[in-house]
Nanobody, 120 residues
Framework: QVQLVESGGGLVQAGGSLRLSCAAS????????MGWYRQAPGKQRELVAG???????AYVDSVKGRFTISRDNAKNTVYLQMNSLKPEDTAVYYC??????????????WGQGTQVTVSS
């Protein structure tokens, strides 16, 4: 069974920084793309940043230049460095990964979510 465990959320003032981590564990054969989504109250979940196995990245326009996604393939871990945070970045952030296990073909897995709150 695969688990994605997130950490690093919290409360920060506007202009501050946070770093989210998400570690995948279990009988993993390989991990394809990984990413971070967020969902604010009353809004749909949106893709914030994604990274391929080879390291290519993509960001939603609202975070470009402020957020950086990276991954450590040896540790099955993806990170999201968030700088210059704004109140509108407040949301629950979810980690996502496309994972092959030894028994299950490529499937989507999600973390439990971590709250990020940015005060003005």
């Amino acid at each position: 069974q695969v688990q994605l465990v997130e950490s690093g959320g919290g409360l920060v003032q506007a202009g501050g920084s946070l770093r989210l981590s998400c570690a995948a564990s279990g009988r993993i054969f390989s991990i394809n793309a990984m990413g971070w989504y967020r969902q604010a109250p009353g809004k749909q979940r949106e893709l914030v940043a994604g990274i391929t196995k080879g390291g290519s990245t993509a960001y939603v326009d609202s975070v470009k230049g402020r957020f950086t996604i990276s991954r450590d393939n040896a540790k099955n871990t993806v990170y999201l460095q968030m700088n210059s945070l704004k109140p509108e970045d407040t949301a629950v952030y979810y980690c996502h990964a496309g994972i092959h296990t030894f028994l299950v073909p490529l499937s989507d897995y999600w973390g439990q979510g971590t709250q990020v709150t940015v005060s003005s």
